[in-house]
């Protein structure tokens, strides 16, 4: 059940950054069922995530990132998933 909120949780970053980084974009990025599996589409076509993650001690500062920024980029990667998982009491 834990790694089912943190894929959900990375999920829903994921279209948080998508829906940012396309707000002038005549539509949304969504998720949705064609021909019984779940797709992502981008202005209305089939997007394919080339991802990164990272790992929830990586996103601790900007100052940080701004290595891991250029590492993603040199792999052109189109997505970077960051992950913060709460401690569980």
């Given at each position: 059940?834990?790694?089912?909120?943190?894929?959900?949780?990375?999920?829903?970053?994921?279209?948080?950054?998508?829906?940012?980084?396309?707000?002038?974009?005549?539509?949304?990025?969504?998720?949705?069922?064609?021909?019984?599996?779940?797709?992502?589409t981008v202005d209305g076509e089939p997007y394919l995530m080339l991802a990164g993650e990272l790992h929830n001690s990586?996103?601790?500062?900007?100052?940080?990132?701004?290595?891991?920024?250029?590492?993603?980029?040199?792999?052109?990667?189109?997505?970077?998933?960051?992950?913060?998982?709460?401690?569980?009491?």
């Amino acid at each position: 059940m834990r790694n089912y909120n943190i894929w959900k949780r990375a999920l829903y970053i994921a279209l948080a950054v998508f829906a940012t980084s396309s707000l002038m974009a005549q539509q949304l990025p969504k998720v949705e069922k064609k021909h019984g599996t779940w797709q992502m589409t981008v202005d209305g076509e089939p997007y394919l995530m080339l991802a990164g993650e990272l790992h929830n001690s990586s996103t601790g500062s900007s100052h940080y990132m701004a290595d891991i920024w250029q590492r993603m980029a040199k792999k052109n990667l189109n997505t970077v998933i960051a992950v913060q998982i709460e401690n569980e009491v």
